[in-house]
Every structure is written in structure tokens, then in C-alpha cells.
């Protein structure tokens, strides 16, 4: 299958909180793709997790109210020969699959990025780009990935659940008791379970942060903690797996009021044309060992985490200290601003993606093994029941 | 015989260009089936010129029964009439939606059918004549026609976001009011937003159609709390639409005047209103109107939780008062924030307080909150505009009481104002007594203003006949009269400077004469 002549679909939006800049992301890359004359229709996935077939020269304003006028209903069908995505549902004898050779993934945040959507094309046997459903699972799960990458030796800072279970556990007392979480205030507090920086809280002492379980919606469905530390800063860096490892620019992004006390979702988004827009350093102005112990750990993230496709490994410093914060597997804008050095127009990171996903797809299932030996020598189930 | 077919053949043209136009109406008014016919009268009426174009059309229609030639004075009359009412549309031009699509050929059929017929029949002049000048009515006949089909594709929308709704689960607020819903509505979400997940229909949304979508559309898994606000243009909507929706939490901001065209009385509009509060545990009842604390007793009465909010009485559950800009909020005689800087009606507010109360919103969570409160879009939103004019859009507001409120908000903004002026085409859908609330509030606003534009046709005469009215030495008020929004900010562009205030007070779409 060649790449320029496949049909692709992308996919945006989404049942979740970044619903609104997975739409800029997927619409930036169905334009790009158009633009190139390349067969592409737009996969629009509603926050009820409902699916349209939208026109690939959209803007941002036609999806204010919600779904764009012209959409076309589809079904996502598992299992068969009518898998994939089914359109014309209702009416009789028509329910062929739409024909998707590639699905690029500009879904953030929700399940899009954490393993469901790739789960779920998986079983249909669709190729798509990015991180496969292990990868991107386990990109979403911040106590887990704070645990491999300390298990592997990187540098990181201290994570620990905050379980609303610990203020029964540690009775009444003074608010400066850290021994249960095991390092002093003040604390970060973010969604265990989250891609972006809605939700993110800093608090002043571990009652706060016990409190702000109660009431913020975001951590409903699992915290972390860590400390919260003034003096470090954000850097970001990009990478593309395929056909070999690249390592873009180190980023630094500014935040926009000195008040802020951590890079906000506003900050972020606000420019309206995502991650791309936001006010940032670029390249960060660092000293060349840093680069390379950066660079040296990014590539190790993404060996521990298997992520593919375009995927942005952000840290923190101090100047001379790192510290692996998180790795987002499907990242705002595809990452596409960070490629300045060589500059990749947008399309060519495009076409490297809808390359691996065709060349290599995420998964292949495998019943090898399964061999019917097992069947054979099992004898009557009721026998086992006994 | 060469004449008579020409007639037949410009009279498709004629009807295709008059078709756009109406088909547009039909849509800005929501397929109402009367609706296409009251704006083709009022259009028709509008000014001289088009006055006399009804006078030629009607005179080519009686004559053309003799002499085939005078039906081109009515399709020439047809086609290009009324004039103002554009093709397109500036505000909302024509979207072809399915139903739109479906309307128009529906109506396409209507019209051919009637030609066909009269063309056999001998009669091809007299009814084209006739089917061009009646293509409003036509519209209407097709939006008759079609309404039971539209009911039965509606019917699948509403019973898929009925089943969303109950698998979903979440705490219903819904909100209706005369005025001040969508106001509150926002409030609502923000005030709750930082402590629970909440979904709020958007704007336009309120109807059955429109909710339909937003649940469909909007109401993920996760959601706890959702914000429906829900209109109504006739007795038995707000029941429907609480069958399925099935509230937790009602709240009414208000009742008056709005949509008379439809309802009759303020009577009525209560008595749809109220359909909201059957089956709540919990309703929200700004208590100033008087009907409202009524209501408040019965729900009371009948074992509903009851919130009476006011924007007067410390002593109701919550009270807002508004000082000057400055909003005091008191929960059950105590108050609970203050020095709260915002141009935001205080009624709604303190609705939307009880409702967070309600929700079990921490009050510390819901004064944090108040002082971030949103403006809503297009309601009283304060803006300083090019050259340094203070403008005050309120163009989303079309209700007497509402008109006050921002009359007096211009009046405390611009008291050191060189010029404070108000631009209106004044308000529309209040039935009998439109007249009326236009004129009245054309005197209380050259009380207030050292400048009154005055746009379109609509409601010229009474807001002329109001300015007039005011007493003698209320100020030396101008008046201008102009035909179009752009040619009102044109004049207030050319003729206002720096620190002078204006005051856009409701704005009506271009299918308005």
C-alpha cells in the first residue's frame, strides 16, 4: 500500500475533556492531507461517543453547536466482513464499510488516547497511527508510568496516590504530617488519569489536597501526588518512531502570568490554533550536556513505554536537574510545531505516520500456542467443576 | 397562445426567486405554520414602496383574467418583492438542511401542481399570477403538510435521548423564564462546574428538537449534572419536554410578556411555565413576582422543596441585591459574599446560587466562583468599541423588563458621558400590546438618552410615537431613523467619540421587515 494513495480517515473529538482541541488537531491534519491532494475524510467522534463522517475542509466553528451540518452517521462494527466503519445504518441492504486503509489518531485525552479507541480498531483491523493500545494505556496512567521509569533508573520526581481512604487511615492532625505520603508540601496534585492540565491543582499542605478530592470533578476518577517545586521549569521534546527514531528540539514553554503557577490548559489552547500557537522558547536555550542527557532519557522512555508514532516526552528542570514528568502519546497539534530543526512541512510527519501504521500495525493477535492439545486431554468440564 | 406560455415560463422564475426568499422564513421561525404568511403581510405593508407593489401585484392579478399580459406586472412585483427582504440573507442565510430540502420540494410540487392544472384548464396567466403572489401561503400549506413527518423523525431523536438520559443518570436542572434563562443557565454551570462535572444545553437549543441534540450530542458518560433550558411558545411543550427530560430541579427567573403573538396572555404564559415544577423535588422561584411567590406557596403545599430567591428581600432564601453595579448576596438572612463587582441581574444570580446550593456546591466554592462569573454573550455585555465608545450589546434581550434594566445600566455608565445612546429596533412577538411596550420604551429611553436610532420597520411608528410622547424638558433628545443595523453603527461610528456610551438594545434577524 502506498502512502500517498491510501485512503485515510481521520479521527478527532471524542468523549472526553479535550474534546474541543482534539477537533483543532484533527482538522489541522485533514487540511494538510487535503491540501496534498490525498484521499482523506474526517472521522468526527461525539462526547456521547457517537460517529460522523465529516468533510475534511471544516472549520473550528461548525462543530460550536456540535455535530456539523451535512455529517453522515456511521457505526463502528467489530468482528467480520462488514467491520470498520459502517455507514448508511437503517437503510436496507446498504451497510458496507466505509474503505479506510488508515485511521490517523488526533483523539487526546480520554479514550482516544488511553488504549480504548486503539482496542477497539484493533479488533477491527484497521491500521492507525500512534501509540498501540499497551502504550498508550499505560501513557495515560500516571502512577503507572511514574513507576516504570523509576523502576528503570530514570530521573523523576516522587508520585503517590492520594486515596481518600489516607484521611481515615491517618486520623486527626497537624496538616504538615508528610510521613504518609512520604515528602513535604507543597504538592502538585493532578488526575491519575488524564492527558492534559485540566484538573491540575497545587496545594499548600495534604488536608487541601485530601479536601480537593472531595470536590474537584477531575480527580473523581484517581490523584496523584507529588511535590510541588517553584523553581523548575517545563521542557518538551518530540519523537518519531519510524522509520527510525528521531528526536526533534528541546521546547521550553512560557507561561503566560507570572501567577500561573503551572503550564494551564488556557495557556496551552487559547491561541486557538492548539499546542501551536502557545508562547514558548524554541529551541530552549540550554546547555548542550543537559540536551544530551535529555535526549538519552526520551529515548528511553520510549523504548520502556513501546509509544509509536509521534509521541512528546515532557520534563522538568531546574537548569542543571531533570526530571521525566509524563509522556503524552497522542500530543496536541501532533507535535508538528516542535520539528524545527531540520523544519518537517506537517504533511511529511503525516505521511511518516500513515507509513508505519501501514508498514507495522500496532497489533497482531495471535493464537499460537492454542494448539488443541489442551481440549484434547481435558476431559468432561463437569469433572473440573467437582 | 405564444403570450400565454411566456407568462407560464417567467412565472416559474418569479416563483423560484420569491420561493428563496419565503422558504428562508419559514426556517428563521422555526416551520411554524402561520408564520411565513403573518411576515409575508407585514412585509407587504412595510413602506410605501412595498405597498404599492401589493396594490400593482393584486391590480396584474385581477386584470391578467382578461388581459394575459398585466400577470407580468404581478410576477415582476413577485420577484423582486418585498423590498428589503434580501435573497440571501445577511443575519441567517438559507441553510439547506434535510428538512428545508424536504419543505421545498414539497412546496415545488404544490406550486407545479397548481400550474399544471390551470394551464389545462385553460386558466395558465390567471394562475401563475395567482401561485406567484401566494407563495408565502404555499409555504405555509407545505410546512402543514410536512409537520407530521418532521413529529415522527423527531419522535426517534427524543426517545434516543430519553434512554441517554436514564443511563447517564445525572441531577437535572432545568430552567425556563420568560427572560433570563440562558443568563442563569450559564451561571448555573459555573458556579457548579468547579465541583462536579455538568452539562449545559447550549443556547439555541431549548426546544424539543434542539435538547433532543444536546443530550444526544453532548451528554457524555461522566456527566452529574445537567442544565436544560427549555422555552415554550404554547400550553403542554414544557410538560412534554419534562416527560422525558424528567427534572430534578426546576427554576423560573421570570414572567412576561414574550411571545404574546402565540400565547394570548401573561395568563397562559404562567400557566406553561409552571408545567416545569410537576414531579421536581427541589424548585427555584425568584419571588418578586408576585404570581411567582404564588407558585412558591403551592409547591410548598404540595411537599416540593422550595428555594425563594429575590433580588429585594434579604430575608428569602437568597437574595441578591445590586447597589450600583456592586452585588451583595444573602443566603437565609446572612450574607454570605459582598463587594461582588458585576453586571450580572440579580435575580438570576441568586437563582443560580440556590441551585449550587442545592447541588451541594461548598458556599466557599460558590463565592469563589461569583466573583469570575461570565458575561453572557449579547446580554447587557459591556465593551469598549473602536475609538474609545463604551458599547453595551444587549442585542440578545427582547423583553420590557430587560430593556429597563439596561436603560438604567446606560444611564449609571454614561452619567459623564458627552452622549448616551440607545440603538433598537424595538421588540417583537408581544402580541396585542407591542405597540404599546415599544412606545413606552421609546419615552423612557429619550429619558435617558441624548440619542435614539431607531432601525428597520418593524416597530418604527410606536417607538416614534413613544420618543414624541416623553414630557417636555426630559432633554433634548435627537431621534434617527435608519433601515439597517450596519447603517446604525455607521452612524454611531461617525458621530460618537471617546467616553460616549451605546446602548444596542436587542437586534432583530433581516427576515424582519
Redesign the interface.
Known sequence: MNVTSAKVAVAFGG?SPEHDVSILTGLQAARALSGAQRDVMGLYW?????WYRVDASLEATDFV???P?GAQVLQLVTGGEGAGFVAGAGRLGRTRPLPVDAVVNCCHGGPGEDGTLQGALDLVGVPYTGPGMAAAALGMDKLAFAGLVQAAGLPTLPRALLDPGLHGRLGGGSPTRTDAIGFPAPYILKPRFGGSSIGVEVVADLDTALARLD???HLRAGAVIEPYREDLFDLNIAALTWPQLELSAVERPLRSTAAAEILGYADKYAGGEGMASAPRELPADLAPPLVARLRDAARAVLRLTDARGMARIDFLSDGESLFVNEVNTVPGSLARYLWVDPPIPFIDILDTLIGEALARPAARHSAAGADGSILRNAGGIAGKLA | MILRSVVVGVSVLSMALAGSRWLRVAQREHYLVDAVSRFALRWWTAGPVNLAGLVLAVAGLVLCAHWPGFAFATLAVVAVGPVGLSLRGRTAPLAWTRRLRTLALVWATLEVGALTGGTVAGEGPLTAAATALAVPALVDLACWLTAPVERRLARAHVARAAARLRRVAPTVVAITGSFGKTSTKGYVAHLVGDSKTVVASPASFNNRAGLARAVNEQLADATEVFVAEMGTYGRGEISELCSWIRPDIAVITAVGPVHLERFGSEARVLEAKAEILEGVSCAVLVVDDDRLAALAQQCAARGTRVWRVSAHDEHADVCVIDDGGVLRVWVRGEVMASELSLDARPGNVAAAVAVALELAVPPATIVARLSTLPASPHRLEKARGTGGVVVLDDTYNSNPAGSRAALATLARLGEDARRRVVVTPGMVELGAVQSEENARFAAEAVAVATDLVVVGRTNRRALMRGAHSAPAGAGPSRVVVVRTRPEATTWVRDHLETGDVVLYENDLPDHYP
Open positions: 468523549p461525539t462526547k456521547t461517543g457517537d453547536d456540535g455535530v451540518r470536590v474537584n470533578p
